[in-house]
């Protein structure tokens, strides 16, 4: 059984930063992608950020290139996401999601597994 434990939420002021942890459990994840989405209040849900575990690609929405950055701890099961430069319309619930094939893409309905999310909540 996939497990994705996301972390790392929190209060913070526009320009600051925030690193979010999800811990993946319950299969050998070298094949798979890993992404992060978010969901604001009366929005969608949209991409934020994917990456494989085999060589490291990664692949970002326009909204966050240049402020985010997406990496793996092999050893440790976990996706991270830093954020930097954060802006009060980055404030939503984020999820980490994973997907049984290593293109990165931007779908959700092509991710298998969802964590429970971690809200992001950035004041202006």
């Known amino acids: 059984q996939v497990q994705l434990v996301e972390s790392g939420g929190g209060l913070v002021q526009a320009g600051g930063s925030l690193r979010l942890s999800c811990a993946a459990s319950?299969?050998?994840?070298?094949?798979?992608?890993m992404g992060w989405f978010r969901r604001a209040p009366g929005k969608e849900r949209e991409f934020v950020a994917a990456i494989n575990w085999s060589g490291g690609n990664t692949y970002y929405a326009d909204s966050v290139k240049g402020r985010f950055t997406i990496s793996t701890d092999n050893a440790k099961n976990t996706v991270y996401l830093q954020m930097n430069s954060l802006k009060p319309e980055d404030t939503a619930v984020y999820y980490c999601a994973a997907r049984r094939y290593d293109s990165v893409v931007d779908t959700p309905r092509t991710y298998d597994y969802w964590g429970q999310g971690t809200q992001v909540t950035v004041s202006s």
């Open positions: 319950g299969r050998t994840f070298s094949r798979y992608a």
